[in-house]
């Protein structure tokens, strides 16, 4: 099973509103990572988990707070976005972090709108 | 610090015809280098890495690219296209080492194929 799932599908919230994206895969891979694409653009980085550890964030805003209950979950909890923040969210999952490994496995992702 | 450039935000080629899609790499250290594919409404496939075991690189659905370090390339091909392609095709190099490694993206080719 080479499939990273993503729920949900697509997601409208309103800037007060609380909601959470959800990841899994069942790979056995190590390493999880939440992406931001916008619309015509690549995806951006935005946290990397490795063996259930926060080990990256990219300055992001702290209305994104990313959990990592075990090895095969990875969640993005939002509260109070903004409009700007619309875009589809990818996770992705690769066997360990560092370069020999870094083929990464990519779920369908969630579309989000914030109105 | 590490990067790709990708030449062309468009390519639109026949059905049957040659695909070219252009990478050029920035970085002062051998790079690992990788093609990914985004079919609409999708997420992220890998199509084929280069790390540095082999300068021509075969991937799936019978594409392959070629790692120049004079040119600092790694253009992808692919000898007759098939409708089935168009997709955005996006070249990424990973930057950072020593537990900071991240994949990086160029801002991404959209292929067109024409029937």
């Known amino acids: 099973d080479t499939e990273v799932t993503q729920t949900p599908k697509h997601l409208v919230m309103g800037m007060t509103n609380k909601k959470s994206l959800k990841c899994e895969q069942h790979?056995?891979?190590?390493?999880m990572y939440w992406y931001k694409q916008k619309a015509k653009k690549p995806p951006e980085l935005m946290f990397v988990?490795?063996?259930?550890?926060?080990?990256i964030n990219e300055s992001v805003p702290s209305r994104f707070s990313p959990e990592c209950p075990n090895s095969s979950l990875l969640n993005l909890h939002l509260h109070a976005l903004q409009p700007e923040d619309s875009a589809l969210y990818l996770c992705?999952?690769?066997?360990?972090?560092?370069?020999?490994?870094?083929?990464?496995?990519f779920g369908p992702g969630t579309r989000l709108t914030v109105t | 610090a590490q990067s790709v450039t990708q030449l062309g935000s468009h390519v639109s080629v026949s059905e049957g015809a040659l695909v070219l899609l252009r990478c050029n790499y920035s970085?002062?250290?051998?790079?690992?280098l990788f093609w990914y594919v985004q079919y609409p409404n999708q997420g992220l496939q890998l199509l084929l890495k280069?790390?540095?075991?082999?300068?021509l690189v075969k991937g799936i659905n019978g594409f392959e690219a070629e790692f120049k370090k004079s040119e600092t390339s790694f253009h992808l091909t692919k000898p007759s296209a098939h409708m089935s392609d168009a997709a955005e095709y996006f070249c990424?190099?990973?930057?950072?080492?020593?537990?900071?490694?991240?994949?990086?993206f160029g801002k991404g080719t959209k292929l067109t194929v024409n029937p």
């Open positions: 992705a999952s690769s066997e360990e972090r560092g370069q020999l490994y870094y083929e990464q496995y």
């Open positions: 790979m056995g891979h190590r390493a």
């Open positions: 988990y490795s063996y259930e550890k926060l080990s």
């Open positions: 970085s002062s250290v051998p790079p690992y």
């Open positions: 280069y790390t540095s075991a082999a300068t």
């Open positions: 990424a190099v990973v930057r950072g080492q020593g537990g900071s490694e991240k994949l990086v």
